[in-house]
T-cell receptor
Framework: KQEVTQIPAALSVPEGENLVLNCSFTDSAIYNLQWFRQDPGKGLTSLLLIQSSQREQTSGRLNASLDKSSGRSTLYIAASQPGDSATYLCAVRVYNTDKLIFGTGTRLQVFP | EAQVTQNPRYLITVTGKKLTVTCSQNMNHEYMSWYRQDPGLGLRQIYYSMNVEVTDKGDVPEGYKVSRKEKRNFPLILESPSPNQTSLYFC????????????FGNGTRLTVT
């Protein structure tokens, strides 16, 4: 059974730092891995989607990598800003099904 | 504006009183799904639908029903709610392509007393 883990559960950093969020999954049979951002009281916003055949995706200050064989993905945030404060979740789309399995998220706080 | 709309945003009800949470999307997406989010457990999939009249169970379907009579709507029905269904619920949609990103609604916070 696919399990997705995110470490750390919470992170507090000063503005301007580059940081890495981690996501690991137990079964490499996936279609893709998606990173989301969740703001308090709001739904999830898709940040990046990496297909199983890809190694990384970039959008602005965000870069996500995928190592399917080792069951790991990282989300790199460059030059963090207070507006980046949110909970970040990763999810894998399980191969041969239409199920998404989510991690429990990393709560990020960037202080000025 | 492309969006997924859930109603209501907040709902307080009593055990056993049937309720429906509506979900509507205006992007002509084939795929729609429901999730619940609980502290320490993350988001768990309840039901999903690949298209009209096609639905399937997710990881936690017990106590829930869904229907997909129209492409844009995917209501979540709790026939006899219980306190353990107190949670934050999200509806999401996407194209059916396996690599299509999900679009989420803003959530419905349900409390069952």
């Amino acid at each position: 059974k696919q399990e997705v883990t995110q470490i750390p559960a919470a992170l507090s950093v000063p503005e301007g730092e580059n940081l890495v969020l981690n996501c690991s999954f137990t079964d490499s049979a996936i279609y893709n891995l998606q990173w989301f951002r969740q703001d308090p009281g709001k739904g999830l916003t898709s940040l990046l989607l990496i297909q199983s055949s890809q190694r990384e995706q970039t959008s602005g200050r965000l870069n996500a990598s995928l190592d399917k064989s080792s069951g790991r993905s990282t989300l790199y945030i460059a030059a963090s800003q207070p507006g980046d404060s949110a909970t970040y979740l990763c999810a894998v789309r399980v191969y041969n099904t239409d199920k998404l399995i989510f991690g429990t998220g990393t709560r990020l706080q960037v202080f000025p | 504006e492309a969006q997924v709309t859930q109603n209501p945003r907040y709902l307080i009800t009593v055990t056993g009183k049937k309720l429906t949470v509506t979900c509507s999307q205006n992007m002509n997406h084939e795929y729609m799904s429901w999730y619940r989010q609980d502290p320490g457990l993350g988001l768990r999939q309840i039901y999903y639908s690949m298209n009209v009249e096609v639905t399937d169970k997710g990881d936690v379907p017990e106590g829930y029903k869904v229907s997909r009579k129209e492409k844009r709507n995917f209501p979540l029905i709790l026939e006899s709610p219980s306190p353990n269904q107190t949670s934050l619920y999200f509806c999401a949609s996407s194209w059916t392509g396996k690599n299509s990103p999900l679009h989420f609604g803003n959530g419905t916070r349900l409390t069952v007393t």
